[in-house]
């Protein structure tokens, strides 16, 4: 599975919309964009994923650059609640292994 | 629909001890994925079940094992527990096919003393 890259920590207003990036300049043809975040001491909670096109539900919207090597996970009305650490892992959706990589992820902070 | 449940959510055991965790999927999903969760070392998989078969294995020392039973609920196993092993255990489980999406369970806190 190809490896991704965050910024360490991010700030946001609460209210504010927050622009979390992702680098995944190896990623294959075949690999998903999968976004966890994960409240202190709690188990990650699937957020969205998406393979090349824009994906948006309920929490959040995914946008995925043309070239598939980075994309942006948006929050557009952060809350206290959505202060977490999210992390960003490509897989192979289909066919591939149920192994989930994770890296270091993001440390959010939403201040009121 | 239920979401995935671990049992216990707290476990303190002491070194050599060796301690039985539980997980129970969501209803209709057949696999069944461990991770652990260190400070250190971050989020590592362990092993994923699929039909009471290993189907896939993480880079861990043979006293981790696990088991996945007909109804698909899992355990797992450490056997003489170090102090390192002190960890939060997640389970995920999902629907089975390879790549389909996983979902966490809360997780167990062992802490060896």
């Known amino acids: 599975d190809a490896k991704t890259t965050q910024p360490p920590s991010m700030d946001c207003a609460e209210g504010r919309a927050a622009n979390l990036p992702c680098n995944h300049s190896t990623i294959s043809g075949n690999e998903y964009v999968y976004w966890y975040r994960q409240i202190h001491s709690q188990g990650p909670q699937y957020i969205i994923h998406g393979l090349k096109n824009n994906e948006t539900n309920e929490m959040a919207s995914l946008i995925i650059t043309e070239d598939r090597k980075s994309s942006t996970l948006i929050l557009p009305h952060a809350t206290l609640r959505d202060t977490a650490v999210y992390y960003c892992i490509v897989r192979v959706a289909k066919g591939g292994s149920e192994k989930l990589v994770f890296g270091k992820g993001m440390k959010l902070t939403v201040n009121p | 629909k239920a979401g995935v449940t671990q049992t216990p959510r707290y476990l303190i055991k002491t070194r050599g001890q060796q301690v039985t965790l539980s997980c129970s999927p969501i209803s209709g999903h057949r696999s069944v994925s461990w991770y652990q969760q260190t400070p250190g070392q971050g989020l590592q998989f362990l092993f994923e079940y699929f039909s009471e078969t290993q189907r896939n294995k993480g880079n861990f020392p043979g006293r981790f094992s696990g088991r996945q039973f007909s109804n698909s609920r899992s355990e797992m196993n450490v056997s003489t527990l170090e102090l390192g092993d002190s960890a939060l255990y997640l389970c995920?489980?999902?629907?089975?096919?390879?790549?389909?999406?996983?979902?966490f369970g809360p997780g167990t806190r062992l802490t060896v003393l």
């Open positions: 995920a489980s999902s629907l089975g096919t390879r790549g389909d999406t996983q979902y």
